[in-house]
Structures are given as C-alpha cells and as structure tokens.
C-alpha cells in the first residue's frame, strides 16, 4: 500500500498508508491524522490539501468536485474524493492540534480589588486573535515591562469570549503583584499563552460534586461551576466548601451566594480561618465538609495552596474516595517566586 | 520577524457585552430572568390545540426562538426541529411526505425520519454518504386536555433528563387542597384530570414574554379592568387593587418532584383588597364577589383558579417566540362529565365567556403588555423601574424562576426574528402580515403571491 506523508502547519506530521480503492479520507481519519472535512463528496472543500508528487494523491475518476481544473492542475486535491495511487507529500495549511497552546493579545478591560489581597482582572482578546481553552484550564500571562510570565487560570467560560476573566492573590511582592498594583491600567496589553493543564470537570451529571477552593483557587472551580450551571439536562448534587484565610481575604461572596441561589443543587460553604465575617463559618474550607458523610462515588476538585490540596486528598483517601476521583490543581509553583493562580500538578 | 502585526482592539468590542458569572457587578438576585430575552427552553409548552392539526397535516411554529415542525400520524404527533440541516429551510413552509414515517425538504429532498430525526435517505441522491450519520432534533410531545404540548429543548438535551409534562403545568386540586385551602371556592378542575373540557384561543402578542406573564398575575394591574364590559355587567366588586398585608402572603411551590411556581394567598387576611380611594374619590360600586386566585409555574404558566365562573378555571401561557412576540394562550378548564354538560359548556364558551373574557376583558391586558414593552425592549427597564409593594409578586416570580429554569434560550442564527428587518420581514408586514407564530406556507407552487398563515392568503 502507498504511503502519504500529511504535513500540518504546526510541524505534525502523519504517515498514511491507503489502499487506492479506498477514499483516503477514510484511511487517514483512521490513522488519527487530524483532516477537517465535512460533506465527504467533494463539494464542501473541507478537507482540500496540496501533493507534491506526481501520480500520489490523485481525483477519483468520473466524480465530480469543486475544485477547478487549474487547481487540480495546481496540485490541490480533496482528501474525500482521492485515492492514493503512489507514495506522496501532502500539506494541510492548517495546525494537528486546534487546541494546542496559542500565544495571544489581550487589552485589561477591568481591574477589580476584590479584598485586600484579590483582584478581579477582566481582559479582551485582541483583534484576530482567539484562545480556546476547557473551563478549569490557565495561561500563561506576560507581564508589561517584564519578561516575566506568571500561571493564572480562568474564572470564567469559553461561552464568555473574546472576555476572560482570572482572580489573582496580590502578594507584598512580585512581579505582577508589583504590576497589579502599581501600574496596572484599562487598555494595557498583556500576552496570553495557552490554555494549559488539565484541570477540568469530568463530566458526570450522576454522582455527587464535591469542589474545594482555598483563596483565589476559586477561580478554575468558579469557572467549571459555570459550566455545569450552563450544561443542557440535569445538574448533580453539588457542594462548593471555599474559604480564605482571614476575613479581610474574603471575596466574592456575594457571587457564591447567588449562584447557590440560581442552582438548586448546589450547596456553597463558605469559611473563615481567622476572624469572623457574617454567613461565614470558622475554620478551614476543610472543616466545613464532612468527609465521612460523602457518597463513595463522590468527585472532588481541589484547588488552592499545596498544604490544603494534600490535607483534602488525605481525607478524601480516607473516607473511601478513590484518587482516580480526585482532580487537583496545585498553586503556587516554585519558578514564579510564589505567585501565580495555578500551575501543572508537580 | 515578518510576520509580527499590529495588536488592536476588536472592532466589536462593546462595553455591554455581558460578562458571565463572577465579575457580573450589574448580577442582581434575578439576572438569568433578565437574561431569558428569548425565554426558558428544555421546558414543555403549548404548540397547538388538537384540532389544529388533523391526521396528516404538517404545522410550522416558534417557540423560544425554536422553530418547530409537527406532523400528525396514525394519530401521533411528532415534532422535528425545522431547519434542514442542508441549507437551513423550513421544512413546514412546502410540506412534503413520502410515506407515514418521514418528512422531507421540499427543497434539495433531504428525508428525515420522525420518530429519531435521522437523516434517512434523501431523495434525489440516495447513496450520498451523509445518510444515517446526522439529522435533527426531536421534540417530545405529549397530547392533554385537547392541547398538543412540545418539549423545547436544545439540541443535546439528553432523553432521559425530559421531565414529565406535569412539573410543567399548574398545580392540581384536590390534591394540593389542603397545602392551599380554598374554602370559597370549589376544587380547580385540571388539564390533566379525566373528564376536563378545554376550550380557549391563542394568538400572537408584541411584547416581550415576561411582559406578559408579569401582568397575569400582578394584584396591582386589575385597576385597568375596571371598566370591562363583563365586570360591570356582572356588577362584581373587583377591587381597585390587592396590597400585600403579611409576609406569607406568598408562598414559593419548590417541591422536588413537581412543578416550580409560587401561589398567592388572595381573599384571605393575607392580601388586603383596596376598594375605595378617597383622594381621588373613585369607590367600587359592584355588588356581586368575583373571588379568584392566581398561581403561576415555570415556564410561565398562570392558573386563575375559580375564574370566569365557579367550578372553571383560566390557564394561560405566554409562549416566547422572539424576543418581542409570545403566543398568548388563554383556555378554560371545565368538568364536563355528560356531553349534555360539554355541549353546555362550549354555548357558553361561545357565548359569553370567550366574546367577554377571554377577548373583552383579557384584550385589556394586551394593551397594557404592549404599552410596557418598549420600556424593556432594550434591557434597561429592568434596572430602572420603581418597584411598589404589591410588586413582591414579580420579584418573587423573577426569583424563582432564576433558580429553577432549565435553561435560558439563546437565538440559534438563522430563525425568523432574529433579524428584525429582513427583506422578507419586511414584505411580510407589508403586505399586512404581523410577524407570528405560524410558518408562512406557500399555497401555489406556480404563483409567488400565495403565501399562506394557517389558511390567510396573501
């Protein structure tokens, strides 16, 4: 059987080996090469490529298609209504992966001190410029006047672009701590690389939905919260424990209370380590779970400083919660000198 | 690098563009009502009555921004989205049928199957390889108390998650008889019960769906009934308006397994009924009580218990189409257990009840729903009305509804009334047609002017 080497315009390539009476869409599909195409007839032009040998990828006889006798010519061919006769080269003038990391403009549309040491950062995406991402995912920001980038993940959904928002901690220092609150402004541009992480929800609507969140590790939770609030059928039983560490931490309260409003199914607990504020518990967001009580087929979302993720995953595993139900997202990586919203689990 | 190009703002970027979720500062309790423009879907409601579509007949309808095509077969409906997913046309405005099983597009002959929507065959190109791999969606239907009832959901709504028909409807009595005693008034009969009558009318309001549903029950708003024909020759005492006089005098319907709604205490202590204004000097002079009570249910479904008459309620709906026209339905339920009592029943119907009710008094709410409705239309109105108290039963509603809607409905791109001055739009109203809720047919495939809207020509 004839090979066909299929480039993409990110670098990937794909060996596709076809039998000539066989559509070569169907061989490649099957061989995992990432075509797009849609009406499979020749008419729709999806899946158009270039060859570059002569006799490789080559129109089937007899079948009509919309290509144009000079395109042919050309060296265009339609993956659907090709056969592959001999070895070939062929180029998509497309990237394998639509969903790789991009890198990306975006104006600061808002910059909202949610506490003391939280804000609330709302950015639109440039002209041209698009970033798919899955609600729990993070990028990578620029800093303005620094070479310096710094992991933050998104409090909002995809359902929200070009508009992405992110909760960030401000530290006493740091480079976008420093930039937040120093020179931040509407209109400046930042550089987004991205989405990273696989911090997501994993789509059960049957079992219970059990989310975490210590300080601004609310903000992926906050965006997969969304999500399923916006998901077509059914909501499972949900619980969201967040907490700070103080009261003059606390944020977004307001939000959570709402939310718990428009979803009935979901119970907010919200905790306060230090001080007291109104409608707040005292103590950990772990203290406000009770872990014995939970269903063994519960999932869990971790996500806030690495000392709460592990003591949650501890009580978790104790309770019965089996690890391959618990999905974290660790804060805080060592390179980005302790600031940042989200990173990889190590 | 070469390939470097200048950043710019979106040429779109608008500052009222709605940001979702945590940053939404404008976020009042009831921000998804605000949102639900184009109403809730994944919710049953009514698309026609049963006599409106006879064996074989196919209909085209809008609901939610929806458009919906139905078929009666060997006595069963079946709803099918209708836009074909070839080139997006109406199936419903050309109807054409092959066999008892599918419809197909009257266009390029794309066959659907209604029962699951598959994209069986299509005519002129039987082997083309898109065949049984797409299709459209289906809309649950249920058939009750003379009324075809669809389930309008998005496209991947699962199956199993579609809720009985009955979470809903309003709720019934006696069974909730002593949750919310009526002790003047006999038991509400119900869409559902065995031998209930429905007779009603729907037709097609300008306003927003909310508008309208607000009003169906909003103990403030019977002053412009004051007037009607049929209160005044009935001499009754309906009062200049109803004031709430304690905190329960509304008590939200939440029940897990049910239908999400909120009843209204009226005529008990609860609600005080202002009879007289002496400022102004304007007195009730009625003497004969119209007592009632009104209950309203997700997706926007009012019960006027005890009305216009004993032992008959009213139901409405206020079906969204767009975002500026509902179907306003409006029946009466009635146990009729002899056809003596149902031939009695439709006289009266005829005679009084739809002439004087359901036309003279209840086109007095359409005036009033389409003098609200610009003061909404761009959004702003909901932020700057001045509420009073008898509004807690608004806001209560507003409330409610945030919490347990199943969905709020966006305009997918490409239905009638999305684009507000199509060409077609306009020629339509040209030509003295008010955009509706029916599919346009076309009546005579050799002429151009025979459009028709539930046998209207052109």
């Known amino acids: 059987m004839p090979t066909a080497r299929c480039h993409f315009s990110d670098g990937q390539v794909f060996d596709v080996q076809a039998d000539p009476g066989e559509a070569f869409l169907d061989a490649a599909l099957r061989a995992g090469a990432p075509i797009r195409y849609q009406c499979r007839s020749g008419s729709c032009l999806s899946c158009a490529c270039r060859s570059s040998a002569e006799g490789g990828l080559c129109m089937r006889p007899g079948v009509a298609s919309s290509l144009l006798p000079g395109e042919i010519a050309d060296g265009r061919r339609l993956s659907c209504v090709g056969q592959l006769l001999a070895d070939d080269e062929l180029h998509f003038d497309y990237a394998s992966n639509d969903s790789g990391p991009a890198k990306v403009s975006a104006f600061v549309d808002n910059i909202e001190w949610m506490a003391d040491d939280a804000v609330r950062l709302r950015v639109?995406?440039?002209?041209?410029?698009?970033?798919?991402?899955?609600?729990?995912?993070?990028?990578?920001?620029?800093?303005?006047?620094?070479?310096?980038?710094?992991?933050?993940?998104?409090?909002?959904?995809?359902?929200?672009?070009?508009?992405?928002?992110?909760?960030?901690?401000?530290?006493?220092?740091?480079?976008?701590?420093?930039?937040?609150?120093?020179r931040a402004q509407v209109d400046d541009v930042l550089t987004l690389t991205g989405p990273y992480g696989g911090f997501r929800w994993d789509g059960d609507r049957q079992s219970p939905q059990l989310f975490i969140a210590g300080g601004t590790?609310?903000?992926?939770?906050?965006?997969?919260?969304?999500?399923?609030?916006?998901?077509?059928?059914?909501?499972?039983?949900?619980?969201?424990?967040?907490?700070?560490?103080?009261?003059?931490?606390?944020?977004?309260?307001?939000?959570?209370?709402?939310?718990?409003?428009?979803?009935p199914s979901l119970d907010v607990k919200i905790s306060v380590q230090d001080g007291t504020r109104e409608g707040a518990l005292s103590g950990t967001p772990l203290d406000a779970v009770d872990f014995e009580a939970l269903a063994p087929?519960?999932?869990a979302y971790l996500c806030g400083p690495p000392g709460m993720i592990q003591a949650a995953a501890e009580r978790l595993r104790a309770a019965g919660i089996p690890g391959d139900q618990i999905y974290q997202e660790q804060f805080t990586p060592s390179d980005e000198g302790g600031e940042g919203g989200a990173a990889p689990c190590p | 690098m070469s390939n470097e190009?200048?950043?710019?703002?979106?040429?779109?970027?608008?500052?009222?563009?709605?940001p979702e979720g945590p940053s939404s500062s404008?976020?009042?309790?009831?921000?998804?009502?605000?949102?639900?423009?184009?109403?809730?879907?994944?919710?049953?409601?009514?698309?026609?009555?049963?006599?409106?579509?006879?064996?074989?007949?196919?209909?085209?309808?809008?609901?939610?921004?929806?458009?919906?095509?139905?078929?009666?077969?060997?006595?069963?409906?079946?709803?099918?989205?209708?836009?074909?997913?070839?080139?997006?046309?109406?199936?419903?405005?050309?109807?054409m049928c092959f066999n008892k099983r599918t419809i197909s597009c009257w266009y390029h002959g794309f066959t659907y199957n209604l029962k699951s929507?598959?994209?069986?065959?299509?005519?002129?190109?039987p082997d083309d390889p898109l065949i049984n791999t797409t299709g459209l969606t289906t809309y649950p239907v249920?058939?009750?108390?003379?009324?075809?009832?669809?389930?309008?959901?998005?496209?991947?709504?699962?199956?199993?998650?579609?809720?009985?028909?009955?979470?809903?409807?309003?709720?019934r009595f006696p069974e909730s008889s002593e949750r919310f005693p009526h002790p003047l008034w006999p038991a509400a009969p119900s869409l559902l019960d065995d031998d209930v009558v429905t007779l009603g009318i729907h037709r097609t309001g300008e306003a927003n769906w909310r508008i309208a549903c607000e009003n169906g029950f909003d103990n403030a708003h019977i002053l412009i009934h004051k007037d009607n024909t049929i209160v005044q020759a009935n001499n009754w005492v309906l009062p200049l308006g109803i004031r709430p006089a304690s905190d329960d005098c509304i008590t939200p319907i939440e029940d897990e397994d049910g239908p999400k709604g909120l009843m209204q205490w009226l005529f008990t202590d609860r609600w005080e009924p202002i009879?007289?204004?002496?400022?102004?000097?304007?007195?009730?002079?009625?003497?004969?009580?119209?007592?009632?009570?009104?209950?309203?249910?997700?997706?926007?479904?009012?019960l006027v218990e005890n009305w216009p008459e004993e032992n008959i309620a009213q139901i409405e709906w206020y079906v969204p189409i767009t975002d500026d026209t509902y179907e306003y339905w409006e029946v009466l339920v009635k146990h009729c257990p002899t056809e003596q009592d149902k031939k009695d029943f439709e006289y009266r119907f005829d005679t009084v009840y739809q002439p004087l009710a359901l036309r003279g008094f209840n086109d007095c709410d359409l005036h009033a729903r389409e003098a609200m409705h610009d003061y909404y239309a761009d959004g702003s109105g909901w932020y700057n009305e001045q509420l009073v108290d008898t509004d807690v039963s608004a806001i209560t509603w507003r409330k409610l509804a945030s919490r347990h809607h199943r969905g709020i409905a966006t305009p997918p791109p490409g239905v009638q009334g999305r684009e507000k001055a199509s060409s077609i739009r306009l020629r339509s109203v040209s030509e003295g047609r008010s955009p509706g809720y029916f599919v346009e047919k076309i009546d005579d495939l050799n002429n151009h002017n025979s459009a028709t809207v539930r046998g209207r020509k052109r």
């Open chain 2, 142 to 171: 249920e058939e009750a108390g003379g009324i075809i009832f669809v389930f309008v959901r998005e496209d991947d709504f699962p199956d199993e998650d579609v809720p009985p028909l009955s979470h809903d409807l309003p709720i």
């Open chain 1, 297 to 299: 087929d519960t999932r």
């Open chain 1, 124 to 182: 639109e995406l440039a002209e041209g410029d698009w970033l798919d991402f899955k609600p729990g995912q993070y990028v990578r920001i620029g800093i303005p006047g620094s070479e310096e980038t710094r992991s933050y993940s998104m409090s909002t959904t995809p359902a929200a672009l070009p508009m992405l928002e992110f909760m960030i901690r401000v530290l006493d220092q740091g480079v976008m701590s420093d930039y937040l609150r120093q």
């Open chain 1, 217 to 263: 590790g609310l903000s992926p939770i906050a965006s997969i919260l969304e999500q399923i609030r916006a998901t077509s059928g059914r909501k499972p039983p949900m619980t969201l424990s967040f907490g700070c560490a103080t009261a003059d931490n606390l944020f977004a309260t307001d939000y959570l209370q709402l939310l718990a409003q428009w979803v």
């Open chain 2, 117 to 125: 929507g598959n994209l069986d065959t299509i005519v002129g190109n």
């Open chain 2, 26 to 95: 404008l976020a009042r309790e009831y921000q998804p009502y605000i949102d639900a423009e184009w109403g809730f879907i994944n919710h049953w409601y009514p698309a026609l009555f049963s006599h409106e579509l006879e064996e074989d007949e196919v209909e085209g309808i809008q609901i939610a921004g929806r458009q919906i095509v139905l078929r009666r077969v060997d006595g069963k409906v079946f709803a099918l989205k209708d836009q074909c997913i070839h080139r997006g046309v109406r199936l419903s405005a050309q109807p």
């Open chain 2, 275 to 302: 009879l007289e204004n002496k400022e102004l000097d304007v007195k009730v002079e009625g003497i004969n009580s119209r007592l009632y009570r009104t209950s309203v249910i997700l997706p926007g479904v009012l």
């Open chain 2, 5 to 18: 190009k200048p950043v710019r703002r979106r040429s779109s970027s608008n500052g009222n563009a709605k």
